[in-house]
């Protein structure tokens, strides 16, 4: 069976600050579509050009649109740390290659009480999936770096990971209670384990 995977990502980093601005527009009432729109036409998330504009807007709206409205208000609101494993949440709903890192990866390094995520880790992982997924199999090779540099980011910008020269320092989150409760009343607990590392 072929993995449904995407190379979309190298192009959607974890754009916290963009997304959390049209998060509070669509709090407001905003239909997303109009939003769209405004974003473009008044460069809400202050990019330097238009195209960065149109380009990030899929990302953010796709995210955005896993959020429902309590889901929304805690990522507009809460403290950064929640409001960061939100988007992350969001992220890894929209995109299977920075799930399956975090599922296969992380959360066996964090249950195994591993310290680092080194760059064979990265590497090995990537090439198991290269093997199962002609979209990624079919990718260049500067394609295939940029890949895992963004996921490597994506963890970075959430706080689950800090990089300490070519390896990465794994960052055990401390979960609110409201935020696993929030998951799993949408059947999403195995995604509070994956971040958190819990094995209950």
Known sequence: MINDYSAKLTAEPFLYHETKIIGKYLLEGYD???????NIEENLIQH????????????????????????????????????????????????????????EVYKDKLIMGKEYIEKYDIDSWYEEKRETSN????????????????I?????DSGL???EKNKFKIIKPLLKEKYINMLDERSDYEYVKAIGGLIW
């Open 48 to 103: 330097k050009t238009k195209g960065s504009i149109v380009r990030t807007n899929a990302p953010i709206f796709r995210r955005l649109s896993v959020m429902d409205k309590e889901m929304l208000d805690e990522f507009v609101n809460s403290d950064v740390d929640t409001s960061k494993y939100i988007l992350l949440y969001a992220i890894m709903k929209t995109d299977k290659l920075v799930r399956d890192f975090i599922f």
């Open 152 to 156: 490597m980011k994506i963890m970075q």
């Open 161 to 163: 990971v800090v990089k």
């Open 135 to 150: 979209t990624l199999r079919d990718r260049t090779e500067i394609t295939t770096s940029k890949l895992k540099q963004v």
């Open 32 to 38: 997303p579509s109009m939003l769209r729109k405004k």
